[in-house]
């Protein structure tokens, strides 16, 4: 006998998002995206999968890596007060940055699909906070000034323990002297945070920390000027 019942089974199937571990932090990631505008979740993506993405960051040269500094392209200035850390940007280039970028794709599309958020990007890079780095408390975009929406920022480092520093430390919206979240930079642990809303800092590392810094961005083209522009 054909049902009329819906079948929840291929309905989660379809909204699911197979090369993540597990349908639990999603969901609390869209929940806590809806309600406040921030969000961390331990283990978002597969031990194996993060795993790879830590022994790639930790096999890339400090000569491969950058001093970062704020801004992007012509506005790249070197600002050492700021923040200390080197970055490689990720390009598809290596089967492990190519599964990084597509398995961000996916939760490009889930996020568009449950926020409407009108993501049309991501990039990202490798940050090595060495010890003695640090990034001042910034925001990552500026209201109407630019392309970036949600920031997200993977960590890799085991073992990280009290008196380490290096935590991320995230301020409130509305008064950017109010702490409101403080978080060691544990493997596998993903923040997630709307570029423009949320002033947060990464205090003095005390030994080397590695992270995955990236931002969804919205595409804001118009005739005269090609945007984003890479
Ligand atoms: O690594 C972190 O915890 C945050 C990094 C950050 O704020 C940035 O790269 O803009
Ligand atoms: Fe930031």
């Not at 790639?56 to 970062?68: D, H, W």
């Not at 509305?174 to 947060?200: M, Q, T, W, Y």
Request: proline share 4%; charged share 30%; glycine share 6%.
């Amino acid at each position: 006998m054909p049902t009329l019942e819906p079948d929840l089974n291929r309905l989660y199937v379809e909204n699911s998002i197979p090369a993540f571990s597990r349908e639990a932090p999603f969901s609390s990631l869209l929940m806590d995206l809806q309600t406040q505008g921030w969000s961390v979740q331990d283990d978002f993506f597969s031990t194996g999968f993060t795993q790879a993405l830590k022994d790639e960051a930790e096999n890339i040269q400090n000569a491969f890596m950058l001093q970062a500094g704020v801004g992007r392209k012509q506005d790249h200035q070197l600002v050492l007060d700021a923040r200390r850390d080197y970055i490689q940007w990720i390009d598809p280039d290596k089967p492990i940055r190519k599964d990084f970028l597509r398995t961000m794709e996916e939760l490009r599309i889930a996020l568009n699909r449950r926020l409407f958020l009108g993501l049309f990007d991501y990039e990202a890079h490798f940050a090595r906070y060495e010890k003695g780095a640090f990034y001042e408390k910034h925001l990552d975009a500026f209201k109407g000034e630019s392309n970036r929406i949600l920031s997200t920022v993977l960590y890799l480092n085991d073992d990280w323990q009290d008196g380490d520093g290096g935590e991320l430390v995230i301020y409130d919206e509305n008064n950017p002297d109010i702490e409101i979240g403080r978080f060691f930079p544990k493997k596998g642990r993903l923040a997630v945070f709307l570029s423009e809303c949320f002033h947060h800092e990464v205090i003095v590392a005390k030994r080397t920390r590695h992270s995955i810094a990236g931002w969804f961005r919205v595409n804001n083209t118009t005739s005269m000027t090609l945007d984003p522009d890479q």
